[in-house]
């Protein structure tokens, strides 16, 4: 039997994680999950639900499909339409008659309150809204193209691509790879000094594995605890490099005892936001070349700055002594889970020992379809629309604060996929728990703050504009700007 999976985890919008997960048609599966949510109280009585056209999109599924779900679940009496006020969730009965069992997905009868007659404790409440930094808008994942690509490049694939792979990854992908990242961030490479992996994260674990970044490695004083935690766990101990307006403080990076890598994200410091500054970049190479260490450069988002043209790759300006990190986790999707290493040419074989020969970690088809997708443009096009719908969100964000909460400094703007709201001293704590009543998922600063860092803590918090569905952008910045501590009054 085919597998029925659709993607599993979506936010619908105005109340809802769907999973399409049982099997059958997918009109089934989307009504079950439909009532599994509504019985749960995660959609609660009177909610409306998103138009056809949107959930549609964001489902990957038929417009038609999610019109007969609607209408069959109306029949039964789990929803509502009215005229002019669309599809909403049926109010719940006075009082719920007694049930004898709980419901199975495709049994249960019409909903009997918000926790579908449940005993026992509300659940908490669950998060509606996704403004987590990081993560792409998952319903613009460029389908129709990429299936070409895959077609094309699988059509195209000589019988050695089904064999045993060569660690680096397919020459294809690197080919198409050296080109793009010397064309678009200024990277200086060639296919052999590329090595494909499953995106950043797997890079770090691998470069773990060599003795690169021991015994200390210097990182930014903001940045993924997972980053951090990553090295740890690999028994690398981080030091914390302050930083200010201009990005990391590089010129300090000789007074760090037994570092002998750092890592940064130079185009657009995460989570803060700048870039870093062109004598900042070079004191970090300096350093390097000096001192005999490396720069590991995080390029995670570089291909989406929206003031200026893009700030290109610290690695253009020693590729012996900057590796170059990059993946499509934030361009694509991170479900793809697809990355590369761009090495100092003395780097190769230590590191493709370190990855070994059998464990392959990156599909062949992936790479093939990226490398077509890159090669026909595909890619080009896709980064060059999601730039202007990022653009557009993050000034939808921008509008939403200006009119409701003016006295919020926004940073961090001109590039990426998140901004960081600057918060008056002592409020972030606050705001974190405003947004869980809003049900809002974000960050707060804090949680990104090295444990070591001595530069004062900032209050803010880190917002992610490019996941919400489209339908639901607005309602979710009405949401976080009532989550955002009020401004003084003038006494
Ligand atoms: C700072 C930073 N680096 C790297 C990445 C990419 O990580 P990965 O390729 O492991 O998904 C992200 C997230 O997209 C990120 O926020």
Redesign the pocket.
């Known amino acids: 039997m085919a597998d029925s999976r659709v993607n599993s985890a979506r936010i619908l919008g105005s109340d809802l994680h769907l999973e399409l997960t049982r099997a059958g048609s997918r009109r089934t599966a989307l009504m079950a999950a439909l009532r599994e949510a509504i019985r749960d109280g995660r959609l609660a009585p009177d909610t409306r639900l998103p138009p056809y056209r949107s959930l549609a999109a964001d489902l990957g599924i038929a417009r038609n499909t999610v019109a007969d779900a609607y209408a069959e679940l109306i029949t039964e009496g789990w929803l509502t339409a009215r005229q002019g006020s669309g599809t909403r969730v049926a109010p719940r009965p006075a009082s719920p008659p007694p049930r004898r069992r709980a419901p199975g997905p495709e049994r249960g009868g019409p909903p009997t309150g918000a926790t579908g007659g449940r005993r026992g404790p509300r659940p908490a409440p669950y998060p509606v809204h996704n403004l987590l ?3 792409p808008d998952a319903a613009s994942f460029p389908r129709t193209a990429w299936l070409a690509s895959a077609r094309r490049a699988l059509t195209a694939a000589p019988h050695e691509a089904f064999g045993p792979g060569d660690p680096r990854g397919r020459p294809e992908l690197r080919r198409a790879l050296a080109d793009y990242l010397a064309r678009v961030r200024g990277v200086r490479t060639d296919p052999g000094r590329i090595v494909v992996c ?6 770090v674990r691998l470069l773990s594995d060599t003795r690169l970044l021991r015994p200390r490695m210097a990182v930014e004083s903001y ?2 605890a997972f ?1 951090r935690s990553l090295l740890r766990s690999a028994g690398i101990r981080t030091v914390p490099l302050p930083l200010d307006a201009d990005g990391a403080l590089t010129e300090g990076l000789a007074d760090l005892d037994g570092v002998r890598a750092a890592l940064l ?1 130079p185009a657009h410091q ?2 803060t936001g700048g870039p870093l500054r062109p004598g900042r970049r070079a004191a970090a190479v300096a350093w390097a070349r000096e001192s005999g260490g490396l720069v590991l450069e ?1 390029d ?2 570089g291909e989406f700055r929206y003031d200026r043209r893009p700030v290109g790759a610290v690695q253009g300006l020693d590729p012996d002594r900057v590796l170059y ?1 990059g ?4 361009s694509l999707s ?1 479900a793809l ?1 697809l ?1 590369w290493m761009v090495l100092p040419d003395h780097l190769v074989d230590g590191l493709l020992a370190a990855k070994g020969e059998h464990e392959g970690w990156t599909g062949v088809l992936d790479q093939l379809t990226l490398a077509d997708f890159i090669e026909s443009g595909g890619y080009d096009r896709h980064v060059r629309r999601m730039r202007q719908h990022y653009g557009r969100r993050r000034d939808r964000l921008v509008a939403a604060l200006a009119e409701h909460a003016p006295h919020v400094r926004v940073a961090g703007i001109a590039a990426g996929l998140h901004a960081v709201l600057e918060l008056p001293p002592g409020t972030e704590r606050s705001a974190l728990r405003a947004a869980a009543r809003q049900r809002l998922a974000l960050d707060g600063l804090g949680g990104y703050r090295h444990p070591d860092a001595t530069t004062p803590h900032r209050d803010g918090l880190v917002v992610g504009y490019a996941a919400p569905p489209e339908h639901s952008f607005t309602e979710a910045l009405d949401a976080l700007c009532r989550a955002l501590p009020p401004g003084r009054t003038a006494t």
Request: no cysteine; charged share 15%.
């Open positions: 930094p990081g993560q499953a995106g950043f994260a797997h890079a940045g993924p980053h994200t995460f989570p995080d995670y988002d990190l993946s499509v986790s934030e991170p889970r990355g």
